[in-house]
């Protein structure tokens, strides 16, 4: 339960970046959820997909808000 509620609030937390921003935010958040899965092998690759995707997934999650 713990980690579910940390993962729904970095990804609240990471929906409200700008571009520059949305990377770091998605890195982070990346990161620190792949560490809660996978160890430190899962930070390194949570955070580098992290931040190639997260100024997609902002810009999806912006999109549906607006609806």
């Known amino acids: 339960m713990k980690k579910l509620v ?3 609030a970095l990804a609240a ?3 409200a970046c700008t ?7 998605g890195a982070a958040t990346g990161a620190g959820t792949g560490a ?3 160890g430190p092998i899962g930070a390194i690759a949570g ?3 992290g931040a ?3 100024p ?3 810009g ?3 999109r549906a808000q607006r609806r």
């Open 6 to 8: 940390f993962v729904v």
């Open 13 to 15: 937390l990471s929906a």
């Open 19 to 25: 571009t520059t921003d949305q990377r770091i935010a």
């Open 36 to 38: 809660l899965v996978a």
């Open 47 to 49: 955070g580098a997909i």
């Open 52 to 54: 190639v995707a997260a």
């Open 56 to 58: 997609t997934v902002t």
């Open 60 to 62: 999806t999650v912006r």
